[in-house]
């Protein structure tokens, strides 16, 4: 933050390091991964929000294809959702180009009727006086775009917010000497902040919950399934027929299941050497464990010419 009147600038840091948060490289998506966070609301409630990967970051649409496909595996574990939340600030000159990707692809995971679970929340708000500024204007006309998807964009499920009123919180208990008057205005942003914030969570609890395959069905979803299927299904196939080879001579062999990192893929189309364990030959699945998302992108684009011999994965045996 900028302070005193030469404008210096200052880093604050609050809280604990957080290694799904990159806070460094300005451009890039702040979270590398998906991560849920829960929220008690009562004895009977509890709340949980989904941070996901932003769009367009400085890798390119093809960082924004991989962010899409990382929602859409974390998503394949989610029996229902009440709601998708899309942030944005509220005087932008234009929209991300990646939006109208975006927008096509929940349609054709979540199906059609998910338009009534879209939720528009707007972040440094107090310039335009809790208003979505400009950027309505631009949302509106991008939605002309699905003419025969009637996407609803008014204020019961439109919200604004400022964290300005935290950041000068932060500031004080680094002991940043700021302007006494302005206290106030902090004081009034953070009242408005929490109201729609309280407004907010009301209408997440009275929204009917979006049901994977009830209302949550599509051709697309259906894949991911199918899928996510072939793994342990080859698995359990390979484990009947090795187990009994393992009987015919009286042995055995201890499988162990190992933790992966969140970035680690199968791949289909490597070659694959088998390796001898006693008197069995076993051939590995080829994994690649690249350090992060953008040596991921350059396994897949340099190595191969087709993502879906990929698969994103927890463990390996």
Same mark, same amino acid.
């Given at each position: ?45 509890? !709340? ?10 400085? $890798? ?7 962010? *899409? @496909? ?5 998503? $394949? ?15 932008? %000159? ?5 939006? $109208? ?13 998910? =338009? ?19 950027? =309505? ?9 699905? &003419? ?7 204020? *019961? ?12 919180? %932060? ?7 700021? %302007? ?23 209408? !997440?609890?009275?929204?009917? &919950? ?27 196939? =390979? ?7 393992? $009987?015919? %001579? ?21 070659? =694959?050497?088998? @390796? ?19 040596? !991921? ?21």
């Amino acid at each position: 933050m900028t302070i005193n009147d030469n404008f210096d600038e200052k880093i604050i840091k609050f809280g604990d390091i957080d290694s799904n948060a990159n806070h460094n490289d300005i451009g890039q998506s702040v979270a590398q991964k998906c991560k849920s966070y829960v929220f008690n609301i009562s004895n009977e409630k509890k !709340l949980r929000i989904i941070d996901i990967p932003g769009f367009g970051d400085t $890798h390119g649409t093809d960082q924004d294809n991989l962010n *899409m @496909e990382e929602i859409f595996s974390f998503l $394949h574990n989610i029996p229902y959702l009440n709601g998708i939340c899309l942030l944005f600030k509220p005087e932008i %000159v234009q929209l991300n180009s990646y939006f $109208h990707s975006c927008c096509t692809q929940l349609f054709d995971y979540f199906g059609e009727n998910i =338009r009534d679970y879209f939720i528009f929340c707007f972040t440094n708000a107090r310039s335009t006086f809790f208003a979505p500024g400009n950027t =309505r204007k631009l949302l509106n006309t991008f939605f002309d775009s699905y &003419p025969a998807i009637k996407i609803p964009f008014e204020k *019961m499920n439109t919200f604004c917010f400022d964290s300005e009123a935290f950041r000068y919180l %932060v500031a004080i208990q680094d002991s940043i000497d700021l %302007v006494p008057n302005d206290r106030s205005e902090y004081e009034q942003s953070w009242s408005r902040s929490v109201t729609e914030s309280q407004r907010f969570h009301d209408f !997440l609890c009275k929204k009917r &919950p979006y049901r994977k395959n009830i209302e949550w069905r599509s051709t697309q979803d259906a894949q991911f399934q199918i899928n996510f299927m072939i793994r342990p299904i080859l698995e359990a196939m =390979r484990n009947i027929y090795r187990n009994i080879l393992l $009987h015919n %001579v009286n042995s055995s062999i201890k499988l162990s299941a190992m933790p992966t990192n969140s970035l680690s893929v199968i791949c289909y189309k490597c070659n =694959r050497n088998p @390796e001898k364990f006693d008197q069995f030959w076993i051939l590995p699945d080829h994994i690649h464990n690249p350090l992060n998302m953008v040596s !991921l992108i350059f396994y897949i684009n340099i190595f191969h010419s087709k993502r879906i011999s990929h698969l994103l994965i927890e463990y390996v045996v």
